[in-house]
């Protein structure tokens, strides 16, 4: 990825230029010392005088009123603030009209912001007073004085909060009167320039250190550049949070979200006092100290899928090549090219006004439709269908490009979604919610309604990033979801009733990707390549967990890296430094889910025969306990000495009953209440106050005893027998009660419990007796 650069031969304005805004993807205004307003239209390359300014003022800052806030559309979006150094901030029209005049500081106002949605405007001033005021330029307080000018302010993603610099220190400081202030020392020499991003929630910095660091919003340093030769004089966050741009003497970087650069343009600018991002994250406009304003266009993005690589070799034009053979496509594009994804056969483009859908197999013919809406921020991509993100909402479409659905809930911004906090499977969408960041929520996808009983998931810890896992049926759907504490965990998306069970299955982890293929989940666990084989089996034998995965050792990584994807056997990797790091996972486990999947229990044990690996026995193992599969089950544990396990599958075997086998499977994966149930269900009473007994459940056992009007004398005489062992006596007062009155004589429980076996044992023979003649007939 680079820009690239124009500028004109001759410099439209005589003066500096000191700040830039765009209007739409392709109008700019920009504002000069020499007084003058002139606006930028890059389809016909003409610029025109807007409006010459009255001497006296000088700007400093510009910014457009905010157009579209979720999906409603503004009224009053076609006005713009500038700030100028006579200590006022002005309202102008797009025509250039000053709407309104307001006295804002003494000496300059450095800069002036509008909140998101523009109910709000922040000025800051070189009178060391930051001030709020409504958009009709009413003044609501005065936020903040100190005794050193504001270069520089930013609001935070929800407008709550304002960041503000303060010499070499960064204060983040929240409207609320009584909410904590965050303060830190941030650079070696006075700060110039801030941005925060709402969508990533990631903060910029630069000054006259000559360095640009990355922060998060708890004020954590991210990332730290090299020295540059000049100070830093602008940085601007591009509007999806991927990726920043820093300006500095005769200097412009392109640079990753997490700091390292992507490349270093030398133009002749001067110092690029202040760099804008178009709407459409594509363009990049910059004002510079010789009177020029640059222009630069993203172009070179690479896209990689098995043996295809894509790249965007100029505005509208994309290059295919398979490299396999070498072959070359070329793929041209009306308008210009904003996002694109490459996943499961198939290139899906957004351009600024369509959507194009090329499969793998045929690169000549796309499928083509409009899209309504303006910019889209995000492409998701399943087997089956994908995902469009844009400013109005979510919208599902499949490959023939029919709209499948377009999930719609309380509070909506989907504006600030990224690939971290939505995830698409075939079957379910998952959306972090924004207002409350330990919920998810969850919806169909082929109807975009909320899932099961419309209830969200909700996590003790915020929720950092999500994934479902892409293969299997809908009923089987997991999601895997980091916390803020870098904690795993996994839970079922479709749970009838139930509370979720969440259970943790990795802990210090930094980013994780399932396969496309097959439900086998990798991450960067504290600076090591974890790969989870079986990562389900957390739900059938927890113990077994450690011994189904594999752990790759960091020492290949420099530091911390992200996962990138995980297709087929090919796990990538993207450095610290920006490098791609490929490693690769073992084919085994991939084809151990596909004979899963299809009961082909022969074929996986003689898989695990061959590569006689524990990890493929133990996930062998899991599989088939939530298979019921008890025979290879019983190998598979055999295999890796798990003696216990093979002695209670013998005991689930001579279990007198089918529903009593059943019950004690769920038994063995912890779920005790639904064991009970089962047992209940079945009319299993004994079995059910048996299995609370030996649970030491006592108060239960006692009540099911006494509701079921049978075996209180069982529950009062293994009481008995517990608090003789330890030398105790009975002191809850309902076992006092029924001991009173209930006679324990030991001979006649045992032959009580005979009775029930045989009478279970009697009624189970008689049901495969009658299956058995039904299926004859």
Request: aromatic content about 10%.
């Amino acid at each position: 990825m680079r820009l690239k650069t124009s500028l004109l031969k001759e410099s439209k304005h005589k003066e500096l230029v000191s700040c830039v805004g765009w209007t739409t993807a392709d109008e700019l205004y920009s504002c000069s010392e020499d007084h003058q307003i002139l606006k930028w239209n890059l389809l016909t390359s003409e610029t025109s005088l807007i409006v010459k300014l009255p001497e006296e003022i000088y700007p400093t800052d510009l910014h457009w009123f905010p157009k579209t806030v979720g999906v409603k559309k503004q009224a009053q979006a076609e006005i713009f603030v500038l700030t100028s150094t006579d200590g006022k901030f002005h309202l102008t029209s797009k025509m250039g009209r000053i709407e309104k005049s307001v006295e804002a500081h003494k000496g300059a106002v450095l800069a002036g912001r509008w909140n998101y949605d523009g109910t709000a405007l922040i000025t800051a001033g070189e009178d060391g007073q930051i001030k709020i005021w409504s958009k009709s330029g009413m003044l609501r307080s005065t936020l903040a004085s100190q005794g050193s000018p504001v270069y520089s302010v930013a609001w935070g993603p929800d407008s709550d909060r304002i960041l503000y610099t303060s010499g070499r220190q960064l204060i983040i400081k929240p409207l609320q009167p009584s909410a904590k202030i965050i303060q830190w020392k941030a650079h070696d020499g006075v700060i110039l320039k801030v941005d925060w991003n709402s969508v990533n929630d990631l903060i910029l910095s630069g000054g006259e250190d000559c360095k640009y660091k990355v922060w998060d919003s708890f004020g954590h340093l991210l990332h730290c550049s090299l020295s540059h030769d000049y100070p830093v004089t602008s940085l601007s966050w591009a509007p999806d949070g991927e990726v920043f741009a820093v300006g500095s003497f005769n200097t412009l970087r392109l640079c990753d979200k997490t700091g390292w650069s992507y490349a270093l343009e030398k133009p002749n600018t001067g110092s690029v006092f202040s760099l804008a991002w178009s709407a459409d994250g594509t363009q990049l406009a910059g004002a510079c100290g010789n009177g020029h304003v640059i222009f630069a266009h993203v172009v070179e993005q690479h896209w990689e899928w098995k043996n295809f690589v894509i790249t965007l070799t100029k505005r509208r034009t994309m290059q295919v090549r398979n490299v396999l053979n070498d072959a070359v496509d070329l793929l041209e594009f009306r308008d210009r090219v904003i996002k694109a994804s490459l996943a499961h056969g198939h290139l899906v483009v957004a351009t600024s006004l369509q959507c194009y859908v090329y499969n793998s197999r045929n690169w000549n013919t796309p499928l083509i439709f409009d899209l309504k809406e303006g910019t889209v921020s995000l492409i998701l991509q399943a087997e089956k269908h994908f995902l469009l993100v844009d400013g109005a909402g979510l919208y599902t479409f499949s490959y023939e490009g029919r709209l499948i659905s377009s999930p719609k809930f309380p509070g909506m911004r989907a504006d600030i979604l990224n690939a971290q906090s939505v995830s698409l499977s075939n079957d379910t969408i998952a959306i972090r919610d924004k207002s409350d960041e330990k919920v998810i929520l969850l919806f169909d996808a082929l109807t975009g309604k909320a899932l099961g009983d419309g209830k969200p998931l909700t996590h003790k810890q915020e929720v950092l990033e999500i994934a479902l896992d892409q293969c299997g049926p809908s009923t089987d759907r997991k999601i895997a979801l980091i916390d803020k504490n870098r904690d795993l965990y996994l839970t079922t998306v479709r749970h009838l009733g139930r509370e979720p069970k969440i259970c943790k299955i990795g802990s210090m982890v930094h980013s994780m990707a399932w396969n496309d293929a097959a439900n086998i989940l990798c991450g960067i666990q504290d600076n090591q390549l974890t790969v989870w084989y079986y990562p389900s089996v957390v739900f059938t034998d927890k113990e077994l967990l450690p011994k189904t995965l594999c752990i790759k050792d960091g020492s290949e990584f420099r530091r911390a890296p992200q996962v990138l994807n995980y297709i087929g056997t090919k796990v990538t990797l993207r450095q610290g430094d920006g490098s791609l790091v490929y490693s690769s996972v073992l084919p085994f486990p991939a084809l151990l889910h596909e004979y899963s999947i299809s009961a082909r229990w022969e074929d996986a044990l003689r898989l695990c025969c061959y590569a006689k690996d524990q990890s493929l026995w133990a996930c062998l193992a899991g599989m088939a306990m939530a298979n019921r599969e008890l025979t290879t089950a019983e190998m598979a544990y055999a295999a890796i000495g798990e003696l216990p396990r093979v002695q209670y599958i013998n005991f689930l075997r001579e279990q007198p009953s089918k529903e009593s086998s059943l019950a004690h499977m769920l038994l063995f994966s912890g779920q005790v209440q639904e064991a009970e149930a089962a047992f209940l269900q079945a009319g299993l009473i004994y079995q059910a106050i048996q299995v609370n007994i030996d649970l030491y459940n006592w108060e239960r056992a006692l009540e099911l005893a006494v509701k079921h009007k049978t075996h209180v004398d069982t529950v009062l005489a293994y009481r008995e027998k517990f608090l003789q062992k330890f030398g105790r006596k009975e002191t809850n007062k309902r076992f006092l009660q029924y001991s009173e009155g209930v006679e324990v004589d030991w001979e006649k429980i045992q032959a009580k419990i005979e009775m029930e076996l045989s009478k279970e044992r009697e009624r189970a023979a008689n049901t495969s007796v009658r299956s058995s003649v039904a299926s004859r007939r």
